[in-house]
T-cell receptor, first 116, second 109 residues
Framework: NAGVTQTPKFQVLKTGQSMTLQCAQD?????MSWYRQDPGMGLRLIHY???????DQGEVPNGYNVSRSTTEDFPLRLLSAAPSQTSVYFC???????????????FGSGTQLSVL | KNEVEQSPQNLTAQEGEFITINCSYS?????LHWLQQHPGGGIVSLFM???GKKKHGRLIATINIQEKHSSLHITASHPRDSAVYIC???????????FGEGTQLTVNP
């Protein structure tokens, strides 16, 4: 049982480049989400999905796209990287959406992204 | 004002000390989670609380729903406890998670 697998762990991009952060879970969780973590702030929600084929925007969605073609995978795409997207990114999953009393939250190992 | 406030932001302790980290929230919640993040590492769930108290090894977590407050205690602290501890709440309105800024704990030998 691998939990949440997130790749890559580190990435450096130039302004304007695009990339995809991969996220996969093997726990058959319906809810998956992407967060960014910036100094002095709590984790902020970028996009989330409540099941295959369903995605929605979170608090800070601009500049990011997601898709959920299978229950297992939830990739995050940066369309045209900007220095403001320099951050640490976390993928997370849970059995149910927040507010439904999840016994446990599962997070990936994080991606440290620098945009020059 | 943030919906979730943690205190202190930074905490330095000597090995063996009893440690308390606090979390206050201002919204209605269905559950509160304590998370641990080691330097350069991922985030790991420690506890989920909806009422009362839970204990796992040297870690104890409590929640007071009426006062909208939770505490994480570490007994007999050890340098390996050095990490960022994050409080997160499952907000009932809007089905979302809201996170505190985290408490950076350093335990010196």
């Amino acid at each position: 049982n691998a939990g949440v697998t997130q790749t890559p762990k580190f990435q450096v991009l130039k302004t304007g480049q695009s990339m995809t952060l991969q996220c996969a879970q093997d726990m058959n969780h319906e809810y998956m989400s992407w967060y960014r973590q910036d100094p002095g702030m709590g984790l902020r929600l970028i996009h989330y999905s409540v099941g295959a084929g369903i995605t929605d925007q979170g608090e800070v969605p601009n500049g990011y796209n997601v898709s959920r073609s299978t229950t297992e995978d939830f990739p995050l795409r940066l369309l045209s990287a900007a220095p403001s997207q320099t951050s640490v990114y976390f993928c997370a999953s849970s059995y149910s959406p927040p507010g439904h009393h999840n016994e446990k939250l599962f997070f990936g190992s994080g991606t440290q992204l620098s945009v020059l | 004002k943030n919906e979730v406030e943690q205190s202190p932001q930074n905490l330095t302790a000597q090995e063996g000390e009893f440690i308390t980290i606090n979390c206050s929230y201002s919204v209605g919640i269905s559950a509160l989670h304590w998370l641990q993040q080691h330097p350069g590492g991922g985030i790991v769930s420690l506890f989920m609380l909806s009422s009362g108290k839970k204990k796992h090894g040297r870690l104890i977590a409590t929640i007071n729903i009426q006062e909208k407050h939770s505490s994480l205690h570490i007994t007999a602290s050890h340098p390996r406890d050095s990490a960022v501890y994050i409080c997160a709440v499952e907000v009932t309105s809007g089905s979302r998670l809201t996170f505190g800024e985290g408490t950076q704990l350093t335990v010196n030998p």
